[in-house]
Nanobody, 123 residues
Framework: QVQLVESGGGLVQAGGSLRLSCAAS????????MGWFRQAPGKEREFVAA????????FYADSVKGRFTISRDNAKNTVYLQMNSLKPEDTAVYYC????????????????WGQGTQVTVSS
């Protein structure tokens, strides 16, 4: 089992920045690909970004490429999502997830999930 706890969400104006954190406990964190997903009201959960177990490979949704950066610190069992140039359409609950395997982009492919943190971007 892997337990994931997100933090760092909040209310920010358009153009602002936030950094989300996801702290992991349980099984060896460095064995897992970590992903960030988001879900806006009335919409399906969508992929945002993912990072390989070593941190050497990352992958982003087109909608956030160039604005968001995913990173991880295996010594701290934590994955981060730096979000810059935020837009109102980025408003959603953001979830981190863990997967034992290659980088994947579909929610159903991830084994463990956090409870989510709300990000609200005002215009």
């Amino acid at each position: 089992q892997v337990q994931l706890v997100e933090s760092g969400g909040g209310l920010v104006q358009a153009g602002g920045s936030l950094r989300l954190s996801c702290a992991a406990s349980g099984r060896t964190f460095s064995n897992y690909v970590m992903g960030w997903f988001r879900q806006a009201p009335g919409k399906e959960r969508e992929f945002v970004a993912a990072i390989s177990w070593s941190g050497g490979s990352t992958f982003y949704a087109d909608s956030v490429k160039g604005r968001f950066t995913i990173s991880r610190d295996n010594a701290k069992n934590t994955v981060y999502l730096q979000m810059n140039s935020l837009k109102p359409e980025d408003t959603a609950v953001y979830y981190c997830a863990a997967d034992y395997g290659p980088i994947r982009v579909h929610p159903y492919e991830y084994d463990y999930w956090g409870q989510g943190t709300q990000v609200t971007v005002s215009s």
